[in-house]
């Protein structure tokens, strides 16, 4: 279980000890930043003992070398030297953009909202993770039918834009952000309106009709 706040490690690891079955023995390790989970995963494969599931909070301190800033990088890390384990995303984060980020880079047997949590919905989903996984929080299912639902088809970069937008970024800075022009930022904001169907050209109107079909 990783999570940089130690009260809420104990109520789920005190939540999942009270509710596990009768046939299930717990083992819990607990790490509070990127530094210590990375130690207890090599540590893990060094003894030939990996870890069944793995809690990952996003919102981590970022490790000591500078190489991992968050959960996110975290959980990629483990899909690499844990290839079997079960990764449960727990997050605050409920836009559009980083929920569809998590999912495509992840792909997280489950994915836990924390506003939406309480300790019934942690045990079904630990549950749910071991026999039949993948198990989203209503939060999560929400954004991922609006986005099914929805005709429009954007891109990685027209994700981010939207959410840079929606984040306060000006639109003279978004190229530092994406590694592009100025010129093609102004090119893939217009093409998101056009999308849209943005008659006023306004950022404010593009960012609320993308909140409406679950694109921010």
Known sequence: ?????????????????????????????????????????????????????????????????????????????????????????????NESFRIHNIIKTIDPEGFLIKSDLTSSELASAFQAVLNNPPFYSGTVNSHIRKTITSDIVIDEKNRKILHLLSQGVKTKNLASHLDISLSAVEKRKKQLKDLFNVQDGQDETLLNEARKKGFV
């Open 1 to 93: 279980m990783i999570d940089d706040h130690p009260m809420i490690i104990e109520g789920y690891q005190n939540t999942l000890l009270f509710t596990k079955k009768d046939n299930q023995e717990l083992t819990i390790d607990i790490a509070n930043n990127c530094d210590e989970a990375i130690h207890f995963m090599d540590k893990a494969m060094e003894h030939a003992t990996p870890y069944d599931v793995l809690f990952v909070d996003i919102s981590l301190p970022p490790s000591t070398d500078g190489s991992m800033n968050s959960g996110e990088d975290l959980a990629e890390y483990a899909r690499n030297v844990l290839p079997n384990a079960k990764i449960i995303i727990l997050t605050m984060f």
